[in-house]
């Protein structure tokens, strides 16, 4: 039998370092970019920063162990292109981790995996409980909780806040902060900035499919059934994340 050998999607990784957090954050110590197994095979890729969090799922990648990593600047902006082979290996040494890319590159992780060091358990955080209902049937038993948008229209939020001018010239925006209101599947999906007044309110898309939750994910959060039962977390297990 061919040994496995721990590798990563190369791309998730770099596109998950911009939600990790950075020195002058509050909570700079999220600064590194966190990957597991998963039961049903592959790896979860998980970065936050506290206030934001991405997970993606590597369908190919596969790791022995949980494993930290903080890739450096040629690694990020290379791993960003696609290409045919998308994978790094993770390279586990005494005196560190390392990230070896397809393109024969190899970065230093440039973080250390304590293993006395706890990644935040998003798993468990609270976080879920709106995919929590989901049922074994794929349904949404309050169907005003899931709705879907083109992503194209969300690039396009930022664009709606006006200019300012410094100096006589014009210049962007700033943060550009939506509440977002979901209605029923027949309704709009209102974005509101209260700092400019500004509303905005985009048509879900239509999706005749069933709503699927992936076993991944089924197995990220630790369901062994089809049912999930909502978990209750204390408010200090959402500290990380508020």
């Known amino acids: 039998m061919e040994e496995k050998i721990e590798n ?15 020195k002058d954050d509050h909570r700079w110590y999220l600064h590194g970019v966190y990957a597991e197994p ?4 592959g790896a979860t890729i998980i970065a936050t920063n506290g206030h934001r969090i991405v997970i993606y799922f590597d369908a190919d990648g596969y790791l022995e ?26 390279i586990r040494e005494e005196k560190g981790v390392f990230l070896k890319m397809s393109n024969g590159y190899t ?12 990644y935040p358990d998003v798993a468990n955080s609270g976080l879920f409980d709106t995919l929590l209902i989901w049922t074994d049937k794929g349904q949404l038993e309050d169907p005003t909780g899931a709705f879907a948008v083109d992503s194209l229209y969300l690039k396009d939020l930022e664009a709606m806040v006006p200019k300012t001018t410094v100096h006589g010239k014009a210049s962007k925006p700033g943060r550009a902060i939506f509440e977002v209101i979901s209605g029923a599947p027949e309704q709009a999906i209102t974005f509101y900035n209260r700092a400019h007044e500004i509303l905005i309110l985009i048509m879900p898309v239509k999706d005749a499919g069933a709503i699927d939750r992936p076993d991944w994910l089924s197995s990220f959060l630790g369901m062994d059934d089809d049912v999930p039962e909502l978990v209750e977390c204390a408010p200090e297990e959402l500290e990380a994340f508020s």
């Open 107 to 118: 970065s230093g992780s440039n973080i250390k995996n304590d293993p006395d060091y706890e």
């Open 38 to 41: 998963n039961k049903t095979g």
């Open 65 to 90: 162990e949980p494993v930290l990593v903080r890739p450096d600047a040629t690694f990020i902006r290379e791993g960003k292109k696609p290409n045919d082979l998308n994978r790094c290996l993770v």
């Open 8 to 22: 990563l999607n190369q791309q998730l990784v770099s596109l998950a370092t911009q939600f990790t957090a950075k």
